[in-house]
């Protein structure tokens, strides 16, 4: 991020676990929710010119949340929805804070989770999909993972800050069948 002071840059790690239920709901499922767990988090920021930078480290609370939004059977497809925030940067002093985009999977509903995230992935796909058969296999699994980058202005008090974010993201999806 920059906009007339020197620029901020940073770097995060998040891992984390949604556990849940799908009970068979007619020709849908009902999502029931067990635990959600941030397993790890880390914010690193930098700001200043090389050999005088001042780097801090965000404390490790609050943690960003993951919310499963939900989970639709279409046809023969299962589809995940889920979305992680909560979190804003820079942690440095500045006139200006924005949320930090943090990896979501793009559910079909306008104006829903992941609206516009989807535009904004540059390899792979954020959207996570698993055949129906799936679930009749023994604790299956699959693996989504995708690179993602927005670049964008904002205008604030008179002065236009430009903000770019990116991330890996990698999701995995495993089922077990009781």
Known sequence: MSGGGSPVSGEYTCRALWEGRLEPDD?????????????????RERTGRPGQESVLEAPAA?????RMDYVL?????VEFVF??????????????AVALELP?????????????YGR?????????????TDFLE???????????????????????????????????VAITVH
């Open 104 to 116: 979501r999977s793009s559910g079909r509903a306008p104006g829903g989770p992941g609206q516009a």
């Open 62 to 66: 609050p943690k960003p949340t993951l």
């Open 138 to 172: 023994q604790a299956p699994a699959r693996t989504f993972a995708w690179d993602w980058r927005r670049d964008k202005q904002i205008a604030n008090g008179g002065r236009v800050f430009d903000v770019s974010q990116s991330h890996a993201a990698e999701t995995v």
């Open 120 to 132: 904004y992935v540059r390899r792979g796909s954020c959207r996570v999909v698993i055949p129906e």
């Open 83 to 96: 979305e992680l925030g909560g979190i804003s940067i820079p942690i440095h002093a500045s006139p200006l």
């Open 27 to 43: 020709n849908d499922f009902l999502l029931i929710h067990v635990k959600t767990e941030i397993l790890e988090w880390s914010l």
């Open 73 to 77: 059977k279409d046809g023969r497809e």
